[in-house]
C-alpha cells in the first residue's frame, strides 16, 4: 500500500512544480501533505496510523525531516555551505562591475582574425566568467546583448552564436567556484555515510568477518576535492566547444567568417589585452590557486573571493580620477607585505623566540591594516556608487536564502520518499539490472539527463543525489570516488540549462535577442553543444583521473598529508615499488652487496649486528614482493572463471534477502490482521509467504554444489596474497628501521664529539658559577645530547644533575656525581664515535638507496616523487567486488 503513496508524493510535487508553485515550498509540502494522508488513512482503514509506512511511523517521519533540516546549519562538519553566500557575493559584484562586457569586447578583437574567432571568444570569455561570477544568468545575458549583435553583424549563423553563447554562459556550473558543486558536495558526504554503511553490511553478509579492511571504505568528498576534481573537465569542456567551433568555421566558413579587428596589435592594444585580462585572472589564481596549493579551505578561498570582487569593483563601478585605482594599489602593497612576512619569518604566536620573530609579526599586523584599509575603501565606494553594495547584499541574501530554503524543503522530501520505501524500491530496481554498475549508472544518469529537460540543478542536486548516490556509492565492483561521481553529475546537470523547454539559459537569451533570431534556430544551436557535454560526460567517464588525480595529488602533498602507511595507500605504494625494483633493481642489488662487505668493525657490536640484519632483510624484499605479485598474479588467473559464479550467487542470494524481506513484511502484516473479520486475509497472505518460501528455497537450489568449495579456494588464494604482502611489509619495515637507526647513530657522532669540551666545562664551573647560570647551561647541554641517536644516558644524567641543581639545598656531591655519570657514559662510545666518520659517507649511501624502495612505508610522509606516482595511480578506479 505504501507504494500508492509514494506515487502520490512524487505525483503531488509534480504539479506542484507544475504548477509554478514556489520549489522551496513543494518539496515540504508534498512531503508533509503524503505522510499525513497516509497517517489519517491507516488510522481510519487499519486502526494503526504506522499502517501504511514502509518503515516507522509518521511522527519518526516528520521528526527525521526536521533533523535532516537541522543538520543543513547545526552539524559543524558540514561547514561547506558557508561558501555559497561568499561566492554568491564575489559573483554578483563582479556582474555589476561589469567585467564581462570589458572582456567580450577585447577578447573580440582578438579572436576576430581566426576562423569562428568571435565564437571562440565568446567561449573563451565565458570560462574566465564561470571561474569568476559564475553566475550563468547575467553571463548569458551580458554576451547576448554584447557579442551576440556583432556576430550577427559580421554574418555568424543565428543558431551557431546563440548556441556558443548559451552553452559558455553555462560553464559557471562546472568550472570552480560553483554553487552546484558546493551543493553537491554537501550531498555527496551524507551519501558516502550511507554507501559506507551499506558497504560494511554487505562485506559481513557475504564473508561473515565482523570488520570490513578499511582499504575497501567509500572514499568521500568535500567542496575543496569537488572543485579541484571538476577542474580539468571544465577545461576539456571549453576545449570541445572551442575546437567545434574552429572546425565547424574551417569546414563551413560561411557559417563562422574572420573578422578583422580594424585597428593595430601595438603596444597600445597588448597594454589593453594585459589590462583586460590580469584582473580576473588574479582573481582566479588567488581563490583556486589557494585551494589548490592547499593555503585555504573552500570557505577561506571564498573569503578570498569575495573580499577580491569588492577591491576590483572599488576601481571598475566610476572613475576617480587619479584616485581610481588606489584602493587596489594599496590591497597589492598589503598583500606584497603579508607575503613577505609569511615567507622569511615565524608567524606562529606560540614559537616566537627571537627578536626577529616579533619583526614578522609586526609585519603581518601592518599588512593586515593596509590590506583591510583597501577592502574597506573599496567598500565605501561601492555603497557610494549608486548605493552598489547595498544592491549586492541584497541580492545575495535574496539568492543564498532561495539555495538554503531548497535543501530544507529537499531533506523533508527525502525523508518521506524514504517513509513510504522509494529508496529500497530504487536499490533493488537498479542492483536487479544486469550489467552490473555501470548498468546502473547509465540508466541514474539518463534519468538525470531527463530531469534536466524539465527541473533546475538545484532541484536535481537535492532530490535525486541522495536517492541514488548512496546505491552507486556502496557498488564494490567499480568502486568510483565521491568526487567522481558529483562530477559526473555535475556535468549532466549542466545540460539542464540547455534542454527545451525549460533550457533557463535558453530564456535568458531569448529575452535579449533580437526578434530576427527565431526560437526554433536556439534550439537547433544548442544541440550541438549538448552532444558536446554528453561527450565530455563520455571522456571524463572512461578516464577517471581527470577527475581524481588533481584532489588526489594535492591531499598526498598537503602538510596533513596521510602517512605511506595508510592502508588505502598500500596498493599504490606497492606499485611503486614494484617499479623502483623494475627500473633499478641492479643498482640496489648491488648497494645490498656493497653494504654486506663494508668493514664496520670499528662501530659497536650491537650496530654492527643491526645493520648486517638490516641489509639482510632489505636483499630479501625484492623476492618477498616478488612472491605476493606471484600469488596476485593467481588471482587474476582465477577471477574470470570465478567472477561468473561469484556474480551468480549473488544475484541469486539478494534475490533471496528480497525474498526474506518481503516475508517478513507480510508476516507482520498477519499479526496486525486480528479477529474473525480478517481471517480470509490472514490466510491469504499466509498463502502468499508458503509460496514466497517456496520460491525462495527453489532459488537456494540454483545455488551451485561446490560453491562453498569454490569460494573457500579464492578466499585462500587472496590469504595467500594476503600473508605474502604482510611478510614483505614487516621485512621492508624492519630492515629499513636497523639501517635507519644505524645511520642516525653513526652520523650523529660528530656533534657528540664536539660536546664534550662543554660536557668538561659544565663540571668544572660547579664550584664557580650561581646554580641558577649552571641550570640553564645544562638544560641546553642535556637538549642536544638529547637530539643526538644513543646518547639519552647521558642526557638522563646531565638532566639528573639539573634537577638536583634546582632544588634550594642543592647537593653539589650529588650534581658531581651525576655530572661524573655523564662523563663516564661519554667515554664509553667516544672511542668508536671517533672511527664512525670513515664509514659514515658508505652508510648514508646506503640508507639513501633503499629509502624509497624499501623505507618508503616507515616515512612520515611521501616525498613529492613518491607522492605523485602514488595520486597517478590511486586516480583510477579498482574493482574490489570479488572481496565481497
Same mark, same amino acid.
Given at each position: 500500500?505504501?507504494? +500508492?503513496?509514494l506515487?502520490?508524493?512524487?505525483l503531488?510535487?509534480?504539479?506542484?512544480?507544475?504548477?509554478?508553485?514556489?520549489?522551496?515550498?513543494?518539496?515540504?509540502? /508534498?512531503?508533509?501533505?503524503t505522510?499525513?494522508?497516509?497517517?489519517?488513512?491507516?488510522?481510519?482503514?487499519?486502526?494503526?496510523?504506522?499502517?501504511?509506512?514502509?518503515?516507522?511511523?509518521p511522527?519518526?517521519?516528520?521528526?527525521?525531516?526536521?533533523? $535532516?533540516?537541522?543538520?543543513?546549519?547545526?552539524?559543524?562538519?558540514?561547514?561547506?555551505?558557508?561558501?555559497?553566500?561568499?561566492?554568491?557575493?564575489?559573483?554578483?559584484?563582479?556582474?555589476?562591475?561589469?567585467?564581462? %562586457?570589458d572582456?567580450?569586447?577585447?577578447?573580440?578583437q582578438?579572436?576576430?582574425? #581566426?576562423?569562428?574567432?568571435l565564437?571562440?571568444?565568446?567561449?573563451?570569455v565565458?570560462?574566465?566568467?564561470?571561474?569568476t561570477?559564475? &553566475?550563468?544568468?547575467?553571463?548569458?545575458?551580458?554576451?547576448g546583448?554584447?557579442?551576440?549583435p556583432?556576430?550577427?553583424?559580421?554574418?555568424?549563423?543565428?543558431?551557431?552564436a546563440?548556441?556558443?553563447?548559451?552553452?559558455?554562459?553555462?560553464?559557471?556550473?562546472?568550472?570552480?567556484?560553483?554553487? *552546484?558543486?558546493?551543493?553537491?558536495?554537501?550531498?555527496?558526504?551524507?551519501?558516502?555515510?550511507q554507501?559506507?554503511? /551499506?558497504r560494511?553490511?554487505?562485506?559481513?553478509?557475504?564473508t561473515?568477518?565482523? $570488520?570490513?579492511?578499511s582499504?575497501?571504505?567509500?572514499i568521500?568528498?568535500?567542496?575543496?576535492?569537488?572543485?579541484?576534481?571538476?577542474?580539468?573537465?571544465g577545461?576539456?569542456?571549453?576545449?570541445?566547444?572551442?575546437?567545434?567551433i574552429?572546425i565547424y568555421?574551417?569546414?563551413?566558413?560561411?557559417?563562422?567568417p574572420?573578422?578583422?579587428?580594424?585597428?593595430?596589435?601595438d603596444?597600445?592594444?597588448w597594454?589593453?589585452?594585459?589590462?583586460?585580462?590580469?584582473?580576473?585572472?588574479?582573481?582566479?589564481?588567488?581563490?583556486?590557486?589557494? &585551494?589548490?596549493?592547499?593555503?585555504?579551505?573552500?570557505n577561506?578561498?571564498?573569503?578570498?573571493?569575495?573580499?577580491?570582487?569588492?577591491?576590483?569593483?572599488?576601481?571598475?563601478?566610476s572613475?576617480?580620477?587619479?584616485?581610481?585605482?588606489?584602493?587596489a594599489?594599496?590591497?597589492?602593497?598589503?598583500l606584497?607585505?603579508?607575503?613577505?612576512?609569511?615567507? =622569511?619569518? %615565524?608567524?606562529?604566536?606560540?614559537?616566537?623566540?627571537?627578536?626577529?620573530d616579533?619583526?614578522?609579526?609586526?609585519?603581518?599586523?601592518?599588512?593586515?591594516?593596509?590590506?583591510?584599509?583597501?577592502?574597506?575603501?573599496?567598500?565605501?565606494?561601492?555603497?557610494?556608487?549608486?548605493?552598489?553594495?547595498?544592491?549586492?547584499?541584497?541580492?545575495?541574501?535574496?539568492?543564498?536564502?532561495?539555495?538554503f530554503?531548497?535543501?530544507?524543503?529537499?531533506?523533508?522530501?527525502?525523508?518521506?520518499?524514504?517513509?513510504f520505501?522509494?529508496?529500497?524500491?530504487?536499490?533493488?530496481?537498479?542492483?536487479?539490472?544486469?550489467?552490473?554498475?555501470?548498468?546502473?549508472?547509465?540508466?541514474?544518469?539518463?534519468?538525470?539527463?531527463?530531469?534536466?529537460?524539465?527541473?533546475?540543478?538545484?532541484?536535481?542536486?537535492?532530490?535525486?543525489?541522495?536517492?541514488?548516490?548512496?546505491?552507486?556509492?556502496?557498488?564494490?565492483?567499480? $568502486?568510483?570516488?565521491?568526487?567522481?561521481l558529483? *562530477?559526473?553529475?555535475?556535468?549532466?546537470?549542466?545540460?539542464?540549462?540547455?534542454?527545451?523547454?525549460?533550457?533557463?539559459?535558453?530564456?535568458?537569451?531569448?529575452g535579449v535577442?533580437?526578434?530576427?533570431? @527565431?526560437?526554433?534556430q536556439? !534550439?537547433?544551436?544548442?544541440?550541438?553543444?549538448?552532444?558536446?557535454?554528453?561527450?565530455a560526460?563520455?571522456i571524463?567517464?572512461?578516464?577517471?583521473?581527470?577527475? =581524481?588525480?588533481?584532489?588526489?595529488?594535492?591531499?598526498?602533498?598537503?602538510e596533513?598529508?596521510?602517512?605511506?602507511?595508510?592502508?588505502?595507500?598500500? !596498493?599504490?605504494?606497492?606499485?611503486?615499488?614494484a617499479?623502483?625494483?623494475?627500473? $633499478?633493481?641492479?643498482?640496489?642489488?648491488?648497494?645490498?652487496q656493497?653494504?654486506?662487505?663494508?668493514?664496520?668493525?670499528?662501530?659497536?657490536?650491537?650496530?654492527?649486528?643491526?645493520?648486517? @640484519?638490516?641489509v639482510?632483510?632489505?636483499a630479501?624484499?625484492d623476492?618477498?614482493l616478488?612472491?605476493?605479485?606471484?600469488?596476485?598474479?593467481?588471482?587474476?588467473?582465477?577471477s574470470?572463471?570465478?567472477? *561468473?559464479?561469484?556474480?551468480?550467487?549473488?544475484?541469486?542470494?539478494?534475490?533471496?534477502g528480497?525474498?526474506?524481506? %518481503?516475508?517478513?513484511?507480510?508476516r507482520?502484516?498477519?499479526?496486525?490482521?486480528?479477529?474473525e473479520?480478517n481471517?480470509?486475509?490472514?490466510?491469504?497472505?499466509?498463502?502468499?509467504?508458503?509460496?514466497?518460501?517456496a520460491?525462495?528455497?527453489?532459488?537456494?537450489?540454483?545455488?551451485p554444489?561446490?560453491?562453498?568449495d569454490?569460494?573457500?579456494? !579464492?578466499?585462500?588464494l &587472496?590469504?595467500?596474497?594476503?600473508?605474502?604482502?604482510?611478510? !614483505?611489509?614487516? =621485512?621492508?619495515?624492519?630492515?629499513?628501521?636497523?639501517?635507519?637507526?644505524?645511520?642516525?647513530?653513526?652520523?650523529?657522532?660528530?656533534? +657528540?664529539?664536539?660536546?664534550?669540551?662543554?660536557?668538561?666545562?659544565?663540571?668544572?664551573?660547579?664550584?664557580?658559577d650561581?646554580?641558577?647560570?649552571?641550570v640553564?647551561?645544562?638544560?641546553?647541554?642535556?637538549?642536544?645530547?638529547?637530539?643526538?641517536?644513543?646518547?639519552?644516558k647521558?642526557?638522563?644524567? &646531565?638532566?639528573?644533575?639539573?634537577?638536583?641543581?634546582?632544588?634550594?639545598n642543592?647537593?653539589?656531591?650529588?650534581?658531581?656525581?651525576a655530572?661524573?655519570?655523564?662523563?663516564?657514559l661519554?667515554?664509553?662510545q667516544?672511542?668508536?664515535?671517533?672511527?664512525?666518520?670513515? #664509514?659514515l659517507?658508505?652508510?648514508?649511501?646506503?640508507?639513501?638507496?633503499?629509502?624509497?624502495?624499501?623505507?618508503?612505508?616507515?616515512?612520515?610522509?611521501?616525498?613529492?616523487?613518491?607522492?605523485l606516482? #602514488?595520486?597517478?595511480?590511486?586516480?583510477?578506479?579498482?574493482?574490489?567486488?570479488? =572481496?565481497?
Amino acid at each position: 500500500m505504501e507504494l +500508492y503513496f509514494l506515487a502520490l508524493l512524487i505525483l503531488t510535487m509534480a504539479v506542484a512544480l507544475g504548477s509554478g508553485y514556489p520549489v522551496a515550498f513543494a518539496l515540504p509540502g /508534498a512531503a508533509i501533505i503524503t505522510i499525513t494522508i497516509a497517517a489519517v488513512t491507516g488510522w481510519l482503514f487499519a486502526g494503526n496510523t504506522d499502517a501504511f509506512f514502509h518503515t516507522g511511523g509518521p511522527q519518526q517521519w516528520l521528526s527525521a525531516g526536521v533533523t $535532516n533540516l537541522r543538520g543543513v546549519y547545526w552539524e559543524v562538519e558540514r561547514d561547506t555551505l558557508i561558501a555559497i553566500p561568499l561566492f554568491i557575493f564575489m559573483g554578483i559584484t563582479l556582474q555589476r562591475s561589469k567585467i564581462a %562586457e570589458d572582456l567580450l569586447v577585447t577578447m573580440a578583437q582578438l579572436f576576430g582574425p #581566426v576562423p569562428g574567432g568571435l565564437g571562440i571568444s565568446v567561449v573563451f570569455v565565458g570560462a574566465l566568467l564561470a571561474a569568476t561570477t559564475g &553566475i550563468v544568468g547575467a553571463t548569458v545575458v551580458a554576451m547576448g546583448l554584447i557579442s551576440l549583435p556583432a556576430m550577427l553583424r559580421n554574418k555568424y549563423s543565428p543558431s551557431l552564436a546563440t548556441g556558443t553563447i548559451a552553452a559558455s554562459g553555462t560553464l559557471g556550473q562546472i568550472i570552480p567556484p560553483s554553487i *552546484v558543486l558546493i551543493i553537491l558536495a554537501d550531498q555527496l558526504a551524507s551519501a558516502v555515510d550511507q554507501a559506507g554503511t /551499506a558497504r560494511k553490511a554487505l562485506f559481513r553478509a557475504t564473508t561473515g568477518e565482523a $570488520n570490513m579492511p578499511s582499504a575497501f571504505d567509500v572514499i568521500s568528498t568535500s567542496a575543496g576535492e569537488m572543485f579541484l576534481g571538476a577542474f580539468i573537465p571544465g577545461l576539456v569542456l571549453v576545449a570541445l566547444y572551442m575546437i567545434y567551433i574552429l572546425i565547424y568555421a574551417l569546414i563551413k566558413p560561411s557559417v563562422a567568417p574572420a573578422v578583422h579587428y580594424g585597428g593595430k596589435f601595438d603596444v597600445a592594444f597588448w597594454r589593453k589585452v594585459f589590462l583586460t585580462l590580469v584582473p580576473p585572472l588574479t582573481l582566479i589564481f588567488l581563490v583556486l590557486g589557494s &585551494i589548490i596549493a592547499g593555503v585555504a579551505t573552500v570557505n577561506q578561498a571564498g573569503a578570498i573571493g569575495a573580499a577580491g570582487a569588492l577591491v576590483m569593483a572599488g576601481y571598475r563601478l566610476s572613475d576617480f580620477g587619479r584616485w581610481t585605482y588606489a584602493p587596489a594599489i594599496l590591497a597589492l602593497i598589503g598583500l606584497g607585505i603579508l607575503a613577505v612576512a609569511i615567507s =622569511n619569518f %615565524e608567524m606562529n604566536l606560540k614559537s616566537i623566540d627571537t627578536t626577529a620573530d616579533w619583526l614578522g609579526i609586526q609585519l603581518g599586523i601592518l599588512g593586515t591594516i593596509v590590506l583591510s584599509a583597501a577592502i574597506i575603501w573599496s567598500g565605501w565606494r561601492a555603497w557610494k556608487v549608486d548605493d552598489t553594495l547595498s544592491g549586492i547584499m541584497l541580492e545575495t541574501a535574496k539568492t543564498t536564502a532561495l539555495v538554503f530554503i531548497i535543501l530544507l524543503g529537499a531533506a523533508m522530501l527525502t525523508a518521506a520518499f524514504r517513509a513510504f520505501g522509494g529508496e529500497d524500491l530504487v536499490r533493488d530496481f537498479l542492483n536487479s539490472m544486469p550489467g552490473g554498475f555501470w548498468a546502473k549508472f547509465i540508466i541514474v544518469m539518463t534519468v538525470i539527463f531527463v530531469l534536466g529537460f524539465f527541473l533546475d540543478f538545484i532541484e536535481i542536486a537535492v532530490v535525486v543525489v541522495p536517492i541514488v548516490a548512496p546505491i552507486l556509492l556502496a557498488d564494490p565492483s567499480a $568502486n568510483v570516488t565521491a568526487v567522481w561521481l558529483g *562530477v559526473m553529475i555535475g556535468l549532466n546537470i549542466q545540460t539542464s540549462f540547455l534542454t527545451p523547454p525549460f533550457g533557463f539559459a535558453l530564456f535568458y537569451l531569448r529575452g535579449v535577442a533580437p526578434a530576427t533570431v @527565431k526560437t526554433i534556430q536556439m !534550439y537547433k544551436g544548442v544541440v550541438a553543444f549538448i552532444a558536446l557535454q554528453l561527450l565530455a560526460l563520455a571522456i571524463v567517464g572512461y578516464y577517471p583521473p581527470l577527475v =581524481n588525480y588533481l584532489p588526489t595529488r594535492v591531499s598526498l602533498l598537503a602538510e596533513t598529508a596521510p602517512p605511506p602507511r595508510n592502508p588505502k595507500l598500500q !596498493y599504490c605504494v606497492e606499485q611503486f615499488v614494484a617499479g623502483e625494483f623494475a627500473e $633499478n633493481g641492479d643498482a640496489i642489488e648491488a648497494a645490498h652487496q656493497q653494504a654486506a662487505a663494508l668493514d664496520l668493525s670499528a662501530l659497536p657490536k650491537e650496530l654492527q649486528d643491526k645493520f648486517a @640484519k638490516g641489509v639482510k632483510a632489505a636483499a630479501m624484499a625484492d623476492d618477498l614482493l616478488g612472491e605476493a605479485a606471484s600469488a596476485r598474479k593467481a588471482i587474476d588467473d582465477a577471477s574470470p572463471a570465478y567472477r *561468473v559464479v561469484h556474480d551468480r550467487v549473488r544475484d541469486i542470494e539478494r534475490a533471496m534477502g528480497d525474498l526474506d524481506e %518481503e516475508i517478513a513484511a507480510l508476516r507482520v502484516t498477519i499479526s496486525r490482521s486480528q479477529g474473525e473479520e480478517n481471517a480470509a486475509s490472514r490466510e491469504r497472505l499466509g498463502e502468499r509467504v508458503a509460496a514466497l518460501e517456496a520460491e525462495k528455497e527453489t532459488l537456494k537450489a540454483e545455488i551451485p554444489a561446490d560453491w562453498n568449495d569454490t569460494y573457500k579456494a !579464492y578466499k585462500s588464494l &587472496i590469504q595467500a596474497e594476503d600473508k605474502a604482502l604482510n611478510q !614483505y611489509r614487516r =621485512n621492508s619495515d624492519s630492515a629499513y628501521g636497523d639501517v635507519r637507526d644505524v645511520f642516525a647513530a653513526v652520523s650523529g657522532s660528530s656533534a +657528540y664529539l664536539e660536546l664534550e669540551g662543554d660536557l668538561k666545562a659544565a663540571t668544572g664551573r660547579l664550584e664557580t658559577d650561581a646554580p641558577a647560570d649552571l641550570v640553564a647551561q645544562l638544560e641546553q647541554l642535556g637538549d642536544r645530547f638529547g637530539e643526538i641517536d644513543g646518547a639519552s644516558k647521558i642526557r638522563s644524567a &646531565i638532566s639528573k644533575a639539573r634537577r638536583e641543581l634546582e632544588k634550594d639545598n642543592a647537593d653539589k656531591a650529588k650534581v658531581a656525581t651525576a655530572l661524573a655519570e655523564a662523563m663516564t657514559l661519554y667515554d664509553e662510545q667516544k672511542g668508536w664515535r671517533s672511527g664512525a666518520g670513515a #664509514v659514515l659517507p658508505a652508510i648514508a649511501r646506503y640508507e639513501e638507496t633503499i629509502r624509497y624502495p624499501i623505507g618508503i612505508r616507515t616515512l612520515d610522509r611521501m616525498p613529492r616523487e613518491v607522492a605523485l606516482e #602514488v595520486a597517478a595511480c590511486s586516480a583510477h578506479h579498482r574493482d574490489i567486488s570479488l =572481496n565481497f
